[in-house]
């Protein structure tokens, strides 16, 4: 069984996620139940679907799992730039937040093209 625990992913992912929420938390009272809670649940999925794919026995549906951690990451990227559009998150917390985001991405599909 993996430990998901110790891969840097779901580390970063978890950093990722109090980040998502501190921000989440100063945007409109009346978009509660709009982008903010579209924000947070990409950001959850993230390192939930990295969680979820290690306890796959198969090498195949563990790399499934990280596609849809994957696709998650694109989707709070698109949401984060509505958000900065809509001024409720500042353009320099938006690329602090997309600079990691996008480095995440980009180890989530390295981490996934070394299991295939």
């Not at 996620?17 to 100063?26: G, L, Q």
């Not at 990295?50 to 090498?59: D, F, K, L, N, Q």
């Not at 509505?82 to 990691?100: D, M, P, S």
């Amino acid at each position: 069984m993996r430990n998901f625990r110790e891969y840097d992913v779901w580390i970063d992912a978890m950093e990722l996620v109090n980040d998502i929420y501190d921000n989440c938390a100063k945007f409109p009272k009346n978009e509660q139940y709009g982008i903010t809670s579209q924000i947070t649940r990409s950001a959850v999925s993230i390192p939930s679907n990295i969680a979820e794919g290690a306890s796959r026995i198969s090498e195949k549906d563990f790399t499934r799992f990280l596609e849809y951690s994957l696709g998650s990451a694109f989707e709070l990227e698109t949401q984060l730039r509505i958000a900065q559009r809509r001024n409720y998150i500042t353009k320099e917390e938006t690329t602090r937040i997309l600079n990691n985001l996008v480095s995440l991405q980009k180890r989530i599909s390295g981490f996934r093209k070394s299991i295939i």
